[in-house]
C-alpha cells in the first residue's frame, strides 16, 4: 500500500495542476481496491472455544478435540488463520454477546440464542442427561415431580444450566467448569448433574472417575451444537463457512472426523443456518 501511495505521489508532481484532480481520484481508486484486499486477507474473526473434551479442550498448548478439528479444517478452507483460544466458556460467550467478529464453538442451540447470534451447523448432537452417583439413580427417580425440589449442578452460563431450569428444577449450583462440577458430584455437594452425554466419560476421567462412577436419572433434552457467530459479523463472512460446512459433509471429511472421535455416535447430515441472518 505505501508503494501505491508513493507512486500517486510522483504522478501528482509530475502533471501540471489541471491534471490534479482526475490524477487524485485515480490514486484513491487504486488505494481502495488495495485496502478491502488486504483487510479479507486477514480474515478478521477471534475464535474461541472451552475445556469440554472430547468436543473441545487443550492438549498442550493446543487446542484439540472433535470440533477443534472440523474448525481447522474450516479455516483451510475458507483462508482463516486466526489462533483458537480456549478459554473459560463465561469469557468467551460474553466476548461473543458483546464484540463484532467473534466466532465460538460449540454452542447448544436455544430460542433465546437464535435472537442473539447466528448458529452454523449443528456440528455434534448431544442429549442434555441428569446423572448421579452410581446406585443412587432409583432412589431419585422414585421421587417423581419432588425430584424437581432437589439441587442440580452444571457450569455457570451453560445451555445444561437453562436445561434444568426449563424443566422445572428449583435450585441449580453453578461452577465454573464441567470438572469442578463433577468433583462437587462425586463428592456429594448435590445429587444431580446436568451434562452432555457426549462429555460425560472424559470429564469424569479428568478428574480421576471413569463413566462406570455415575448413572442416567433422567434425559432432559436432545442438543444440537453449532459454531456461533456473534451479531456484527459480516453475513459473507458467515455465508464463507457455512459454505464450507456444507462442502466438508458432502465430500465426506466431516464424517471422517466425527466419526474418530465419536464411533458410536450418529453423524448430523444437514447444515442449517440459524438466529440472526437465518433468512
Known amino acids: 500500500m505505501k508503494q501505491g501511495v508513493l507512486m500517486c505521489a510522483k504522478r501528482f508532481f509530475s502533471r501540471n495542476v489541471s491534471q490534479f484532480a482526475a490524477t487524485f481520484l485515480q490514486c484513491l481508486f487504486m488505494i481502495s481496491l488495495v485496502q478491502p484486499f488486504s483487510a479479507h486477507a486477514g480474515n478478521e474473526l477471534t475464535i474461541y472455544t472451552e475445556d469440554w473434551p472430547p468436543v473441545t479442550f487443550k492438549n498442550g498448548d493446543k487446542p484439540d478435540g472433535m470440533a477443534v478439528e472440523v474448525v481447522q479444517e474450516l479455516q483451510r478452507r475458507v483462508g482463516n488463520q486466526a489462533n483458537i483460544q480456549a478459554v473459560p466458556w ?29 448458529l452454523i451447523g449443528p456440528v455434534a448432537v448431544s442429549r442434555t442427561v441428569l446423572y448421579t452417583r452410581k446406585g443412587n439413580a432409583a432412589r431419585l427417580q422414585a421421587l417423581k415431580d419432588d425430584i424437581k425440589h432437589l439441587s442440580v449442578g452444571a457450569y455457570r452460563g451453560s445451555i445444561f444450566a437453562d436445561a434444568a431450569t426449563r424443566k422445572g428444577f428449583q435450585t441449580l449450583d453453578l461452577a465454573a467448569t464441567p470438572q469442578v462440577v463433577a468433583k462437587m458430584l462425586m463428592s456429594g455437594r448435590f ?11 472424559s470429564v469424569l476421567k479428568e478428574i480421576g472417575y471413569s463413566a462406570n462412577d455415575v448413572e ?15 451479531s456484527k459479523t459480516s453475513l459473507s463472512t458467515i455465508r464463507q463457512w457455512e459454505d464450507a460446512l456444507r462442502q466438508m459433509k458432502k465430500d465426506g471429511s466431516f464424517q471422517k ?21 437465518a433468512q
Do not use: C
Open 90 to 118: 463465561n469469557r468467551a460467550y460474553k466476548a461473543l454477546l458483546d464484540e463484532p467478529n467473534v466466532m465460538i464453538f460449540t454452542v447448544g442451540w436455544s430460542e433465546e440464542r437464535e435472537r442473539q447470534m447466528t
Open 216 to 230: 442416567p436419572v433422567m434425559v432432559l433434552e436432545s442438543l444440537d451444537l453449532y459454531l456461533a457467530f456473534s
Open 191 to 201: 445429587d444431580l448433574w446436568s451434562e452432555g452425554s457426549v462429555v460425560v466419560s
Open 257 to 277: 472426523i466425527h466419526q474418530k472421535w465419536f464411533p458410536n455416535e450418529p453423524v448430523p447430515a444437514e447444515v442449517t443456518r440459524k438466529g440472526l441472518t
